[in-house]
């Protein structure tokens, strides 16, 4: 089964992370198939980039994300509609 999640980068105790599209059964540093975004703890507030169409097209091959790729899913999606209700 396929499945998005975080992989992690950075240096020790300064983490950075690559949303994947990979191998549920894979470990975490192994090859992904796709990137779809990052995701930056260590800022403030946290910074997260996801490329929305690839992400749609993963979830509808059947993709399941992660518990905490889901969450930061929803925070994207939830932010983007506050910035567009803000614009005149």
């Known amino acids: 089964m396929m499945s998005m999640r975080l992989m992690r980068f950075g240096a020790k105790k300064k983490p950075?992370?690559?949303?994947?599209v990979m191998d549920s059964e894979k470990a975490?540093?192994?090859?992904?198939l796709d990137t779809v975004g990052t995701y930056n703890p260590m800022t403030e507030p946290a910074d997260i980039k996801i490329d929305q169409e690839k992400v749609e097209s993963?979830?509808?091959?059947g993709v399941r994300p992660s518990k905490t790729v889901e969450s930061l899913l929803h925070r994207v999606t939830k932010t983007r509609k506050v910035?567009?209700?803000?614009k005149p």
């Open 28 to 32: 975490r540093q192994s090859r992904a």
């Open 16 to 20: 950075f992370y690559r949303i994947v």
């Open 58 to 61: 993963w979830l509808g091959k």
């Open 83 to 86: 910035k567009q209700e803000a």
